[in-house]
């Protein structure tokens, strides 16, 4: 016997126990080999599936998202726009009111200077006046105290003024 050609006995048993192992992996291992590639094919289908029904719903949301990202966007531009208006309004109303109420405090301040003004003259007119009574006075009393003739002129004057305010 030789180790690289077998005896016909050797290879009978052989072919007969290679048979044997064959009809019994064929009969109950094979099938249930079969059975689990079978379901892991169809749980990968499966799973093939889901994930293309999940970038389905992921680019519809996204999209979804994009929608709603520039009507936000377009909210906010309007918001902004409305504020800018009414933040515009409101300055120009507040410098018309500052302006009326500066020509108005202006206009007070000009009215106010011309009475202090008019009191001034006034004051100056009667202390003029004043003035110009004394020294009328003391002019007329120097040249009255000379004469007699004077007194009578100014007694004349006194009872004309007492008969003009009676």
């Known amino acids: ?23 019994i992996l064929a009969k109950y291992g094979f099938p249930v080999i079969v059975k689990m590639v079978e379901e892991r094919r169809a749980y990968i289908q499966q799973s093939l599936d889901a994930a293309k029904a999940a970038n389905v719903k992921l680019e ?49 301040a000009k009215k106010e200077i011309e009475r202090e003004r008019e009191k001034s003259m006034k004051m100056i007119r009667n202390q003029v006046a004043d003035l110009s009574v004394d020294i009328a006075g003391k002019v007329i009393r120097r040249e009255l105290e000379a004469d007699d003739a004077h007194m009578d002129l100014i007694e004349k004057y006194i009872k004309e003024t007492t008969s003009i305010k009676s």
């Open 60 to 108: 519809e949301l996204k999209r979804e998202s994009d929608a709603i990202i520039a009507s936000a966007r377009a909210e906010q531009t309007k918001i902004l726009h409305e504020a800018n208006v009414f933040r515009e309004s409101i300055l120009s109303s507040a410098k018309e009111e500052a302006g009326k109420l500066t020509s108005k405090l202006i206009d007070d």
């Open 1 to 23: 016997m030789s180790l690289l050609t077998p005896d016909a006995g050797l290879l009978f048993w052989m072919l007969i126990s290679f048979g044997a192992v064959f009809f």
